[in-house]
């Protein structure tokens, strides 16, 4: 543990499931962390008091997504927070995390639906890494959480992945354009993970089990998995690997 001490990292919503998870672990490993939410700042402050209580450092910062002037929004209340916090300006590590999802076929999902997806989920990504890029220093690491659904067909949620696909896209793009200052851009793309977003879908015995049998694991992921190779990627032992989309899925589907 330690590795990322001295080091400055941003979450978005991190105030539960994968993100909360990530927040944790970035925190334990000795990263200050700014937990971000949208709405729910009881479940921020969760967060940030679990870190704290382990040790850690964090502070929460809100801001809704999807909306405009999102990312400048977010990043007036991140530099906010540091100042708050007594902490150096600028930025390590920023892991676009939030997310949302609007199910629906092709002939179900409403303009509204697709505009709404877009802009969380593709759009805020985008402009909230070009602000913070302003901040970050050199050597800085961007981790993008995309899904499982851009490699295999989920008709049910078509507009959440096209903007996924949209952001596997960008990280190619954008890792190449920053291996000169030293930053590494890749993306995460976990499966079925338990989070209290999904109860439902797992709520009888039968559901559980067909959702565990995607993998050849036959258990359903955790925050955890996906936060263990989140650090990996926010850490110095990863410096040789920019660019990527790494499946976190537990052979979902093999």
Not at 168 to 192: C, E, Q, Y
Not at 224 to 238: E, G, K, N, P, T
């Amino acid at each position: 543990m330690g590795e990322l001490k001295g080091k400055t990292a941003l979450v978005t919503g991190s105030s539960r499931g994968i993100g909360r998870g990530i927040a944790q672990r970035l925190a334990a490993d000795g990263a200050l962390v700014a937990v971000h939410y949208g709405s729910n700042d009881t479940a921020a402050k969760e967060t940030a008091e679990s870190i704290i209580d382990a040790g850690g450092q964090a502070f929460i910062i809100g801001a809704e997504l999807g909306v405009p002037g999102d990312a400048e929004a977010l990043y007036a209340a991140f530099d906010q927070g540091l100042s708050t916090y007594g902490a150096e300006p600028g930025l390590d590590i920023l892991v676009n995390n939030a997310a949302i999802s609007i199910p629906g076929h092709i002939d179900e999902v409403t303009p509204e639906d697709f505009d709404r997806t877009l802009a969380v989920n593709t759009k805020a990504v985008f402009f909230i890494a070009q602000h913070g890029l302003r901040r970050m220093r050199d050597g800085g690491r961007i981790i993008n959480i995309s899904s499982a659904v851009t490699s295999t067909a989920f008709p049910s949620t078509i507009a959440y992945g096209v903007s996924k696909g949209a952001v596997d896209a960008f990280t190619l793009t954008l890792a190449k354009d920053l291996g000169a200052r030293g930053i590494t851009v890749n993306t995460l793309s976990p499966g079925f993970i338990e989070t209290d977003m999904n109860a439902a879908m797992r709520a009888t015995p039968e559901a559980h089990a067909a959702l565990a049998s995607l993998s050849v694991f036959n258990r359903i992921g955790k925050p955890q998995d996906i936060a263990d190779v989140a650090a990996f990627l926010a850490s110095d032992a990863s410096r040789w690997i920019t660019g990527q989309r790494i499946d976190v899925t537990g052979g979902s589907m093999l």
